[in-house]
C-alpha cells in the first residue's frame, strides 16, 4: 500500500427465495431497480456499453457514482466498472461482478468488487457497508413484489 493508492476487494453472497429471473429483473428493468436502489438512478442504460449514474447527498456532501456496463449475460452474469466520487472527487475506481445462479429455485447472488482506493475514502469497508444495505433492501423489494403480485393473482 502507499500513501497515494492502494487495492482491495471483498464479496458479499445472499440466497433469495425468490427465482432468478424475478431477481435478475430487479437489476436490469429501471423502474424496478429504482424501489431498492436507494431512490433508484439518475439514468440507466442497462446494455453492454450502457451507463447508469446516481447522485445523493446526505451529511458528508454530494455522492456520485458513474456506472459502465462491460458484459451482460441474461438471468446469469454482470460485468461493470464504477466510480465513487464525493463533492466532486473519485476515491474509489471498481471493477464488479454480479452473478445469478439458481439454489433450489431461489436465487444465490455473489457481489463481487476490486477497487483501487484514492485516499481519503472509506474505501472498501464503505463500498460493503454500502453494497450489504443495497442487497438488503432488495430482499425486502422482491419480498414486498412478490406479496403485491400474489394478491394481484387472487383478486
Not at 456496463?69 to 475506481?93: C, K, P, Q, W
Not at 468488487?113 to 423489494?141: F, I, T
Request: charged share 25%.
Amino acid at each position: 500500500m502507499t500513501d497515494i493508492y492502494s487495492h482491495d476487494s471483498y464479496t458479499i453472497e445472499r440466497v433469495y427465495p425468490n427465482c432468478v429471473a424475478h431477481v435478475w429483473s430487479a437489476w436490469s428493468i429501471p423502474e424496478k431497480k429504482a424501489k431498492w436502489f436507494g431512490g433508484g438512478t439518475d439514468d440507466m442504460d442497462f446494455r453492454i456499453g450502457g451507463s447508469e449514474r446516481k447522485s445523493f447527498r446526505n451529511e458528508m456532501g454530494e455522492h456520485t457514482n458513474e456506472t459502465r456496463y462491460f458484459e451482460i449475460r441474461d438471468e446469469a452474469l454482470i460485468v461493470l466498472g464504477y466510480s465513487m466520487a464525493m463533492n466532486g472527487r473519485v476515491h474509489t475506481v471498481s471493477l464488479t461482478t454480479i452473478a445469478f445462479m439458481d439454489e433450489n429455485g431461489g436465487t444465490r447472488l455473489r457481489y463481487t468488487e476490486q477497487m483501487c482506493v484514492l485516499p481519503p475514502s472509506d474505501g472498501a469497508k464503505g463500498r460493503s457497508h454500502g453494497w450489504g444495505v443495497l442487497l438488503d433492501n432488495l430482499g425486502s423489494y422482491l419480498d414486498e413484489d412478490t406479496i403485491a403480485n400474489a394478491g394481484a393473482m387472487r383478486a
